[in-house]
């Protein structure tokens, strides 16, 4: 494991190269024991349904799409996804907060914007990516990631489109952010 010396001020980070077969790991175990591979967009999913469903909860079931999740029996938040999530989110706070790399809620932003541009363009891109994912019928770690360690072509096909994509909008993005 290659961390940084954390008495020159400089923030630990796990080796890359180590983190990815962590990470393969873990999609090969989920696959295993779920029969499925990992994704955030399910959980998003379940949190739009419930929302939907506790402030228009006739909305919801005349819907096609949200009344296949909706049930008297358990809540589209019972789900593994929105744990899986949850555990996301709260891993990588307690890994910010353990490793002093979250010292104070600020938006990090080039000098050539303000920190209002950059939480614009930062949702813009948010409600793209989600729509996106629903058209995708899944998120990148959905598609990508467990497509890709199935062996499925579509899974490669959506990495390589990922990355494609990324090298040729980021050209016209940068100045966002460098």
């Known amino acids: 494991m290659n961390v940084q ?5 400089q923030p630990k980070y796990l080796n ?14 989920t696959v295993y024991i779920t029969g499925r591979g990992l994704g955030a967009s399910g959980a998003v999913k379940s949190a739009v ?7 228009a909860p006739d909305h919801a079931r005349d819907n096609a799409y949200e009344s296949k999740f909706v049930s008297d029996d358990h809540s589209p ?16 706070l307690l890994s910010g907060l353990l490793f002093g790399r979250v010292k ?3 938006t990090e932003h080039s000098p050539k914007i303000t920190s209002k541009t950059r939480l614009i363009v930062a949702l813009i891109g ?11 019928r899944g998120c990148t770690s959905g598609a ?7 062996f499925a072509f579509g899974g490669v096909l959506v990495m390589l489109t990922i990355f494609g994509s990324a090298y040729a909008f980021a050209y016209f993005f940068r100045k966002l952010w460098i």
């Open 16 to 29: 890359p190269y180590f983190g990815g077969v962590l990470l393969g790991l873990l999609v090969l175990l």
């Open 77 to 92: 938040m019972y789900n593994w996804l929105v744990f899986e999530s949850l555990g996301i989110f709260f891993g990588g």
């Open 49 to 55: 349904v419930t929302t939907t469903e506790t402030f």
């Open 144 to 150: 990508a990631l467990s497509g890709s360690a199935t």
């Open 126 to 136: 948010g409600v793209l990516f989600g729509i996106g994912s629903q058209f995708g």
């Open 104 to 106: 104070k809620f600020r």
């Open 5 to 9: 010396n954390s008495t020159n001020n």
